[in-house]
């Protein structure tokens, strides 16, 4: 039997059982889903990384805005507090549209 030990979508263990397959899972404390958050965000960021066609790197930001939800969830903070502080940076220091690469800065 093939162990994952991952965070998965809340409706997985229901496709493994109507696919006739045995499976463990276990609930995660507060602070143990915040870290697994954090993991699978990083798998996630990395598929998006790696997704050469479009519509599949479109599915794996909805993956990790699915993970943002999630943790916001975790931290008790509304999708518009974390709108209201994306806004506040954006407004003090841009954002990332303009495509600016950094090559370097001369030390003093």
């Known amino acids: ?3 994952y030990n991952k965070l998965v979508r809340d409706l997985i263990p229901e496709v493994i059982e109507k696919n006739g397959k045995k499976f463990s899972t276990r609930i995660l404390a507060p602070e143990q889903h915040l870290g697994a ?3 699978k965000m990083q798998e996630e960021a990395l598929e998006f990384k790696e997704a050469t066609v479009q519509k599949d790197a479109i599915e794996e930001l909805a993956d990790v805005l699915e993970l943002v939800h999630t943790a916001l969830d975790v931290y008790n903070v509304s999708f518009q507090e974390l709108e209201q502080i994306r806004l506040a940076k954006k407004e003090k220091r841009g954002g990332f549209s303009e495509g600016i690469y950094l090559l370097e800065v001369e030390d003093d």
Request: net charge positive; charged share 15%.
């Open 1 to 3: 039997m093939p162990v």
């Open 37 to 39: 958050i954090k993991l």
